[in-house]
């Protein structure tokens, strides 16, 4: 069986993952344009990847662009992928010294039209090989899309769709081999997944806080982290 299936350790942290809400209400509520949240949103993140690396946590999933997001403004989507492809590159160096790779869940290919690929796929190439820290960036990315896209998967390779398992299924994720996270956290107060890791959050601790992305600080991921351990590992608990 695969890494990536029902090894959640209750006596660790190893994947933290994040739907990061809330980047356009913190730049309204400062009276700032909806690009200064996300620009700040990019700040937030690297502040949590730091924490990761520094607590030797070894997966972080982010959603950053779900299917959803295509029915924005065209300015703001204009913005957020210009945002994509200028971070791609100028966080390159830092990534890699830092030893962090990044990958990407999701169909990338509808970003071709956008110039922005050819940044992303450089970024999951010269990080390729780094193993302090898999940073999963879930881009143009739905649940229900990446289900689909493993069955359809399975039906290339097999005849036989009366006998589906689980496993395979699983086997035909977009990243098969990435462990569920242990805790799974929404900022920006919305208490719902929104198309996100559906499947891999079967026993993944949910977490939702009032805290908009671009205030979520390395002390509250500590103490959502701290809380968890206190259920599930002081009191030996078991999901």
Not at 56 to 63: D, G, R
Not at 130 to 159: C, D, Q, V, W
Request: some cysteine; overall charge negative.
């Amino acid at each position: 069986m695969l890494e990536s299936r029902n090894t959640t350790n209750f006596d660790q942290v190893n994947h933290l993952a994040f739907v990061m809400d809330g980047n356009r209400r913190w730049a309204k509520a400062k009276g700032l344009p909806v690009i200064a949240g996300h620009k700040e949103g990019v700040e937030a993140l690297k502040k949590v990847t730091k924490y990761c690396l520094d607590n030797s946590i070894c997966h972080l999933t982010v959603y950053a662009f779900s299917t959803e997001n295509w029915n924005r403004n065209s300015n703001e989507l204009e913005f957020l992928f210009k945002l994509l492809a200028e971070v791609a590159l100028r966080e390159l160096e830092e990534l890699r010294r830092l030893g962090v790779k990044v990958d990407f869940l999701g169909d990338i290919s509808k970003f071709e039209n956008f110039n922005i690929k050819e940044n992303l796929e450089r970024l999951a190439d010269e990080t390729s090989t780094n193993r302090k820290l898999n940073l999963h960036i879930a881009l143009n990315y739905g649940s229900i899309l990446e289900l689909t896209h493993s069955i359809n998967k399975i039906r290339t390779k097999s005849s036989d769709y009366q006998n589906i398992t689980q496993d395979d299924i699983s086997e035909n994720l977009y990243l098969p081999t990435m462990p569920d996270p242990e805790l799974l956290i929404r900022t920006g107060g919305e208490k719902r997944l929104s198309n996100f890791l559906l499947w891999q959050s079967e026993k993944s601790e949910l977490i939702f806080t009032d805290t908009l992305w671009p205030d979520f600080s390395s002390e509250e991921l500590e103490s959502i982290i701290d809380d968890y351990k206190k259920s599930y590992l002081l009191e030996g608990v078991s999901a």
